[in-house]
Structures are given as structure tokens and as C-alpha cells.
């Protein structure tokens, strides 16, 4: 049994602190958001996730979240999950990570402890700018007095519960011997491939791997568009290209895009990072361009059939920026919400899970239910929430940015933005 701290009880910090419950270790919560530390404390989720809840109430007593950074002195190991926004669209904004090391950096004792970074990091971050504060505050010497290390998450949010008990890998850079074997024995449970790398190593395996799969959305989209003016589904092509080994099946659902928390900031902050090191990121550039484009292909169909949207009554199904989760943040109903707003149109929505969140942004439209939505004069389809799979779209015009096949099958006009 290790005592873990957890800086940052978000998407990744909370689940991540629970799973690790689940495993047998006690957990202190550490946040800077009030709400978050009264739901934390009455084992409620202050996120949705899928299981999160039932696993709070059975862990109940392994864990409690705080405000106060003092409780991290009786842990062993500090595991910093705060958030690493874009910066004005660009490059990280590491004001949450360094204002949470300041206060670790405080609060270090003379027992060997390791402060794990688990957050999103431009490769050198943790050696360069998380350390010197670490030392600063701690007056002690990191690698000696105190371990540091890079824990990359991969974990998807709505799956993140599964992911975590279920990792294809664990990362883990580390500088000295005694951190390795810490989180050795932290990760021995899991079964997964376990590769150990140097510090930025394991900061860089991130954002290629988030780089990567941003890409191979892009580049879905950007064949699906392809196809599309061709009269080709591009979700057949996809099946028959990615049955080679080298190149397999996954991620490749054309569409309106990706959003989310990390994708899209992460391509951004690796973009401006290697700008900085005289490097043109054309590629990625590319995938960026590409993703903002995508989403008002399905306004441009929309078009298509209504020129004019002017006073007409536009449904949007799905909000959240995937299914099975409440987090709109860059989510593609944005700037499509936004468009047709822009051109007159009167917006109704429905999202199981994410409308409060979407009412920050948008207060403006109207929050209905499936059924009304359906009434609309069209419907946009932008979040494959598996309900949506069972509505009745019998004589309606859809447009569909994320292949319900039921509404391809019955809907009485139907686009389907790659397909
Ligand atoms: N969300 C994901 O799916 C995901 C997946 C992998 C990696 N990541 C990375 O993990 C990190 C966290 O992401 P998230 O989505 O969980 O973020 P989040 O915004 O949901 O949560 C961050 C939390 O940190 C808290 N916080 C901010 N400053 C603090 C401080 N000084 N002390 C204590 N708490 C503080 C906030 O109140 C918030 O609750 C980011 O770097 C992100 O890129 C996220």
C-alpha cells in the first residue's frame, strides 16, 4: 500500500486517484476548486465517467480531497495531474503546473518522496522549469533528496475507467533508481508492455502519440472528402485499407473532427515548440487546418438543402465533444453552434450528459429534449452518443457528421459528411 497524492482532481486526476484506491492505496485529493472537493468527499464524481461512481462508493474511506497542500508530507508519492491549457492558441500555458510544484516544493519532508508528473508536458518541461521550482521551494536536490519523474496519461475520456485498469502501456521516465523502482512497485499490478525512458523521452511519447492520432483523423477526413464528391463511402475504404497489418483498423472514422481537451492543444503546443526550435511543422500545420475546416463541411451540406437558414429551426444532437462524456471543451458542436447562429438560424440541442457544460458557452440556445429535436426543420447529427442509434428519423432531413447508420437508413434526405 502506497499513500498517494493527487494535484488536480480533473478528468485524469480523479480517475487515475480512484483506480489507484481500487488497487489498495490511500488517496488524498488535492484541487483548488471547492466544488470538486465536497463532491470528491461525498463520493460523488465531479466529472462524468462511466463507472467512476460505483468505484468512489466501494473505495469510500481509501480516499478524501483537500484543499490544504500540507496532507502531501505523509505521501510517498505526489502525482501532479493539473491541467496544461494553450496559451492564446498556441503553446502551453504552464501557470497550473507551476503553481502546484511551488506548493509540493513546500511541503517535501525528509523521507524520499516522488513527485510524478502525469500532466500533458512540452518535452524538458519537468527538467527544466518543474525542477528548479521543486528545488527552489524544497531547498533539497531532486534525483537525491526527492525523486521526479514523467508518467504520461494516455487514457480516453468516457473509456477512462477501463483504460485505466487496461493500459496498452505504461511510461515512465525516470532519472534516478529509487523513483524507478517506487513507481515499479506502484505499477506492478498491470500487465501491460512497461517501457522506461529518460525524463523527456516520456514527455515527447505523448505528444507523438496524441500528434499522431490527431493525424490519422485528418487524414481520414481528408480521403473522406475525397470520396465524398466521388459518390465513394469513405467508411468501406477504411475497411479495406486498414486490414493491412502495417496500417490497422483504428481511428479512422471520418467526420466532423476532433476535439476535446487534448488533441487539438497538444498538436498546437508541439507546433509552437518546434517553431520556437526553427522547425516548420507542416504536417501537423496541415492537421490543425484541416480539423478547423472540417466541421462546417456539415453546414455547407446543410445548405445544400436549406440555402437560406435564415429563421429556420436547426437541431443539433450532441454536444459533448464525444460520447460517454460531459466535457465540451473545443468540441466540434462549437463553431457549428456558432455558424449557424451566425446565419440566422434558431438552435435547439440536445446532449444526455453535457448540456451544463455547453450552457457556459452558449446560453442563447434552447436545451430540448432527443424528441424535439427531432421536430427541427433539419437535424445536424455531431456526437455519436449510442442513443442516438435508436431514434426515429423517419421523414426528416439529417446531416450527419458522425455516421448514425439508422439515420442514414431512414431519414428522408440524408448527407453524411465522408460518406
Ligand atoms: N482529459 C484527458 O482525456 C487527458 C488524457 C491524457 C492526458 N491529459 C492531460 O492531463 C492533464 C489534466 O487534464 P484534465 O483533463 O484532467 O484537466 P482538468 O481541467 O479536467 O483538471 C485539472 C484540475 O486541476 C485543478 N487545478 C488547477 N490548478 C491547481 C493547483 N495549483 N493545485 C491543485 N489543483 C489545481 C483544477 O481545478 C482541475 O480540477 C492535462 O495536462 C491534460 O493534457 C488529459
Known amino acids: 500500500m502506497m499513500k498517494i497524492a493527487i494535484i488536480g482532481s480533473g478528468y485524469v486526476g480523479i480517475v487515475t486517484g480512484i483506480g489507484f484506491a481500487e488497487l489498495g492505496n490511500h488517496i488524498v485529493f488535492i484541487d483548488i476548486d471547492k466544488n470538486k472537493i465536497d463532491k470528491i468527499n461525498s463520493s460523488q464524481p465531479p466529472i462524468f465517467e462511466d463507472g467512476l461512481e460505483g468505484l468512489m462508493k466501494k473505495n469510500n474511506g481509501n480516499f478524501y480531497a483537500t484543499n490544504d497542500y500540507e496532507v502531501i508530507q505523509d505521501t510517498n508519492v505526489v502525482f501532479i495531474c493539473v491541467g496544461t491549457p494553450s496559451k492564446n492558441d498556441g503553446p502551453i500555458d504552464l501557470n497550473f503546473v507551476k503553481d502546484a510544484s511551488k506548493k509540493i516544493g513546500r511541503n517535501l519532508k525528509n523521507n524520499f518522496q516522488v513527485v510524478v508528473v502525469k500532466s500533458t508536458v512540452i518535452p524538458g518541461t519537468t527538467e527544466e522549469i518543474i525542477k528548479p521550482i521543486l528545488e527552489k521551494e524544497s531547498g533539497k536536490k531532486a534525483f537525491k533528496d526527492f525523486g521526479l519523474a514523467v508518467n504520461p496519461e494516455f487514457l480516453r475520456e468516457g473509456n477512462a475507467v477501463h483504460d485505466f485498469f487496461n493500459p496498452d502501456r505504461i511510461v515512465i521516465g525516470v532519472k534516478d533508481e529509487e523513483s524507478k523502482s517506487i513507481l515499479e512497485k506502484?505499477?506492478?499490478?498491470?500487465?501491460?508492455?512497461?517501457?522506461?525512458?529518460?525524463?523527456?523521452?516520456?514527455?515527447?511519447?505523448?505528444?507523438?502519440?496524441?500528434?499522431?492520432?490527431?493525424?490519422?483523423?485528418?487524414?481520414?477526413?481528408?480521403?473522406?472528402?475525397?470520396?465524398?464528391?466521388?459518390?465513394?463511402?469513405?467508411?468501406?475504404?477504411?475497411?479495406?485499407?486498414?486490414?493491412?497489418?502495417r496500417i490497422n483498423p483504428e481511428f479512422f472514422r471520418a467526420g466532423i473532427g476532433f476535439g476535446g481537451s487534448c488533441f487539438p492543444k497538444d498538436v498546437r503546443a508541439l507546433i509552437s515548440k518546434a517553431e520556437e526550435l526553427n522547425e516548420n511543422p507542416k504536417l501537423l500545420k496541415a492537421v490543425m487546418e484541416l480539423n478547423e475546416e472540417q466541421p462546417l463541411k456539415l453546414i455547407e451540406l446543410l445548405k445544400k438543402h436549406i440555402p437560406d437558414l435564415g429563421g429556420k429551426t436547426i437541431g443539433v444532437l450532441g454536444l459533448a465533444f464525444k460520447p460517454n462524456t460531459d466535457d465540451v471543451r473545443e468540441g466540434r458542436a462549437v463553431p457549428i453552434i456558432r455558424t449557424l447562429l451566425k446565419e440566422g438560424a434558431k438552435v435547439i440541442a440536445y446532449d444526455p450528459k453535457a448540456v451544463k457544460n455547453f450552457k457556459k458557452l452558449f446560453p442563447e440556445i434552447e436545451y430540448t429534449s432527443a424528441e424535439k429535436v427531432l421536430e427541427s426543420d433539419a437535424i445536424l447529427i455531431v456526437t455519436e452518443w449510442e442513443e442516438f442509434k435508436n431514434l426515429d428519423y423517419n421523414g426528416k432531413i439529417v446531416i450527419d457528421g458522425r455516421r448514425i447508420e439508422k439515420a442514414k437508413e431512414e431519414a428522408r434526405i440524408y448527407e453524411g459528411v465522408c460518406w
Open 186 to 245: 506502484l505499477y506492478s499490478p498491470f500487465e501491460c508492455p512497461k517501457l522506461t525512458t529518460d525524463l523527456k523521452t516520456a514527455e515527447m511519447i505523448k505528444y507523438t502519440s496524441n500528434a499522431f492520432l490527431a493525424t490519422k483523423i485528418s487524414f481520414a477526413n481528408e480521403i473522406g472528402n475525397i470520396c465524398k464528391k466521388l459518390g465513394i463511402d469513405s467508411y468501406k475504404v477504411f475497411e479495406g485499407v486498414g486490414l493491412d497489418h
